[in-house]
């Protein structure tokens, strides 16, 4: 069944993806790196199997050797080769939202080397939904998988595009796999088995709800994360813009933009509701609207970072997103987004 699966997925890709996909299989299996897409951003992947091409990952993204990465699967069954002792409730998950943008923490086995876990016991499991994800992890084979973390540098935005991971990365790699625009365009939703009780380590578009829905059980949100598990998204600043970025109320959002402007400065203001700037507004200050809703905002928001990022302004000065369970993962990355942002005190 499943293999009719893969021949499906492959056949939606044209001979021109079908052939790059060839290339980079053939990239990776040589020891290289290979950006590519998933549904929720893109990966800077590399053979899993062979720890100097992981290292490289580690290299390129500048990122410290004690961080884990994700491996990516092409099957549900896979899960057994890489990770051992699986719980029912992994197993019920993945079987209700793989393919898809969900990553789950397992025990690992011989099979993974060190250096993906940065020397810990477990392993984070994803099966990505995107075609051309699909059709790489199939041309690897079932013996081979995608050690893969988003493809930027260290503590950056996660690219949802081709051209962000070449912005991001340049010439460092040695492929790029393009497959459009990532349609989540926030991190997979991370659950960790570690403990008795499944612990969401990082919120995404899979939400705490939907995961509880499926066990019929709770589902612990991991505020303070045990800090032996080094999630990098888990630190306090991260997916960060190098532009001043800042979270306000509806309410205070425009006191605070006008008393920048004041000081000649630039500033952005960020919305999602429809609170508009003052009549008696200044020249200094821009607004742009994002989508009232999650799934909308969620998909855009690195694109729009990295654009606006780029345009020059003083401060991003942001309305905060709803208190709804439905906006945590946007609240997440916001936060960290703001928290060690340049001249924040
Ligand atoms: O949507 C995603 O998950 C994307 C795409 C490419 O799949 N990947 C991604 O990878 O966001 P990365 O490395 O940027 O973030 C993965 C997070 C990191 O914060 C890492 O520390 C954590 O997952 N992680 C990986 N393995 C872990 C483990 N064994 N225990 C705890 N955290 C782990
Ligand atoms: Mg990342």
């Known amino acids: 069944m499943e293999q009719t699966k893969y021949t499906r997925i492959q056949s939606d890709l044209s001979s021109v993806q079908l052939n790059q996909v060839i290339t980079a ?7 290289g790196t290979v950006a590519f897409p998933t549904e929720t951003v893109y990966g800077l992947g590399a053979d899993v199997t062979n720890p100097a091409a992981v290292d490289k990952i580690y290299k390129i993204k500048q990122r410290p050797a004690d961080h884990p990465l994700i491996v990516h699967i092409g099957n549900i069954s896979h899960m057994h080769y890489w990770a051992q002792a699986i719980p029912e409730s992994a197993w019920k998950l993945a ?3 793989w393919p898809g943008p969900l990553t789950l923490i397992l025990p690992r086995n011989h099979r993974i080397p060190d250096n993906v876990t940065g020397g810990q016991a477990t392993v984070g499991l994803r099966f990505p939904a995107h075609p051309v994800a699909s059709a790489l992890l199939s041309a690897l084979g079932p013996e081979k998988a995608l050690a893969a973390p988003s493809a930027n540098r260290f503590g950056r935005i996660s690219p949802t595009s081709a051209a962000h991971v070449y912005q991001e990365l340049g ?10 625009a990532c349609e989540v365009g926030l991190e997979s939703t991370i659950v960790s088995f570690h403990d008795k009780t499944p612990q969401i380590l990082r919120p995404g ?11 019929n059980n709770p589902v612990i949100l991991a505020h303070n994360i045990n800090q032996s598990i080094r999630t990098s998204g888990s630190l306090p600043a991260h997916y960060a813009p190098t532009t001043p970025l800042r979270l306000y109320s509806n309410i205070q959002i ?3 933009a006008l008393a920048l402007a004041k000081e000649n400065l630039r500033v952005l203001v960020i919305t999602w509701s429809n609170t508009h700037k003052p009549k008696f507004s200044d020249q200094f200050i821009e607004q742009f609207s994002m989508p009232a809703d999650p799934v909308a905002y969620g998909k855009q928001l690195y694109a729009k970072l990295r654009q606006f990022d780029q345009a020059e302004f003083d ?31």
């Not at 578009?205 to 066990?215: D, K, N």
């Not at 942001?318 to 001249?343: F, G």
């Open 254 to 256: 425009w006191p605070h």
């Open 171 to 180: 010439n460092t790699i040695d492929m790029i796999l393009d497959g459009g």
């Open 95 to 97: 079987n209700h939202f």
């Open 25 to 31: 299989a053939q990239i990776l299996c040589a020891g």
């Open 205 to 215: 578009s899979i939400t705490l709800s939907a995961i509880e829905a499926v066990l």
């Open 315 to 345: 401060y991003m000065l942001i309305e905060s997103p709803p208190d709804h369970p439905n906006w945590l993962a946007i609240a997440d990355r916001l936060q960290r987004a703001s928290y060690h942002s340049p001249n924040n005190n």
